[in-house]
């Protein structure tokens, strides 16, 4: 999950948080993409917004207003948000209107999801977790403090990762259930030179098991353990998907670099279908012939941005924190997997919990969710914005 700027990033390949901003050139080829994709897809609540936000950008005040009054009443859960492109625009009244008539739109979830624990230290920021059913923890990853934490079914945490482990901030987590592996993202990025690893450690020791660096990535950011022990993982600023097979020491990558333009979270299906997170909605991989296709989705769905994705009894389950402030998505599937039917807003962001929630897990029939990772509180160089008013990481419970 990297943010602010994640979803226009995605549409340019410009997929850092800490990318400069783009000059009037760039911004005026991501308003030529846009409208190149509605020819197609003219009914696209999000390429609106898109738009709207790429107007934004450029000054073009009532252009961008008159986008975002278009999506009033389509109740979508587009919510601008200010650094993704509406600095311009915050202190416009007329502007600050409609984002919260937006923001109206969005029915109330209730009742709201029930706090499952508090984590005790506010500096954490964390981005990815997981969960181990056996032991019936969990494990969160931090990108501050460069650790991963284990919480335990009494709801006391304590540092997993050793210092002697040598890593850098800690986003994707998953938990290989029949080898008893739990898995992490560990990334330096932005920083040169790059460093992007996938670590396993034992869940019945602690130990670190594996260590594998992938130095082609750009920026891995999630992942997901196939039940023969593939490693698929999402490199965001690459826009690719790399795989690692199971006895190897070297991720291959199985998506031109380029293609899948805000890639981010990663889930599987049953018969091996792989799915990716888009900018601009989800695709569903094919990596031995390596294409993709995006999944068609009705015009009052809106599936692109979402960070952490699941798959639940034949649905994909999606945290979505990229043109909204925060909500859970389950999205209905038809039988082939190859297309989206409907959308279900499991929680919405109303929820006073929510500040930027990115990843979460799936616990029998209900997801766990990191509801306020505050990623936006840190910094490129890994310091964070007035420490002193940050919360304590929450994990919230959503029923599926």
């Known amino acids: ?52 936000m790429t107007r934004a950008a450029l000054g073009e005040r009532q252009g961008a207003l008159g986008d975002l009054r278009s999506l009033l009443g389509r109740r979508l859960g587009l919510i601008p948000l200010r650094d993704d492109g509406f600095v311009k625009l915050w202190e416009d009244a007329e502007f600050q209107s409609l984002r919260q008539q937006l923001a109206a739109d969005e029915p109330v979830t209730q009742p709201p999801a029930k706090v499952l624990a508090r984590l005790g230290d506010p500096k954490l920021i ?140 990663v889930a599987l299906a049953p018969d091996g279908a792989i799915f990716v997170t888009l900018s601009t909605g989800i695709a569903k991989v094919n990596p031995e012939k390596r294409e993709f296709t995006r999944l068609p989705e009705p015009a009052n769905v809106v599936s692109g941005g979402i960070d952490g994705l699941y798959w639940h009894q034949g649905d994909l389950i999606g945290v979505q924190n990229g043109p909204n402030p925060g909500r859970v998505l389950r999205l209905k599937l038809d039988p082939r997997g190859e297309r989206i039917l409907s959308m279900n807003v499991l929680q919405s962001h109303h929820h006073p919990e929510f500040d930027e929630p990115t990843t979460g897990a799936i616990v029998g029939n209900s997801i766990v969710v990191i509801a306020n990772s505050q990623i936006a509180r840190r910094e490129p160089d890994g310091t964070l914005i007035s420490p002193e008013t940050l919360r304590a990481p929450v994990l919230l419970r959503i029923g599926l």
């Not at 700027?5 to 995605?10: E, T």
């Not at 040598?166 to 029949?178: C, E, K, P, S």
């Open 1 to 52: 999950m990297f943010r602010p700027m994640f979803l226009l990033a995605g549409l340019l390949l410009w997929t850092t948080v800490f990318a400069q901003a783009p000059d009037a050139a760039a911004l005026a080829a991501r308003l030529a993409r846009i409208d190149e994709l509605r020819q197609t897809r003219p009914e696209d609540g999000l390429l609106i917004y898109y738009r709207a």
């Open 126 to 265: 964390p981005e990815g977790i997981a969960y181990d059913a056996r032991r019936k923890r969990f494990f969160i990853g931090s990108m501050a403090q460069n650790k991963i934490v284990v919480l335990d079914r009494a709801g006391k945490s304590r540092d997993w990762s050793r210092a002697s482990d040598g890593l850098d901030q800690i986003l994707g987590l998953a938990v290989d259930v029949r080898r008893e592996l739990l898995w992490a993202v560990s990334s330096n990025g932005p920083r040169e030179p790059r460093r992007n690893v996938l670590l396993a450690w034992r869940l019945t020791d602690g130990r670190l098991a594996r260590r594998v660096a992938v130095p082609e990535a750009a920026q891995l950011n999630d992942l997901a353990v196939a039940p023969d022990g593939t490693l698929w993982v999402s490199d965001s600023e690459a826009s690719t998907l790399f795989r690692l097979r199971p006895k190897t020491d070297r991720a291959e990558q199985v998506i031109d670099a380029g293609r899948l333009r805000g890639a981010n979270g």
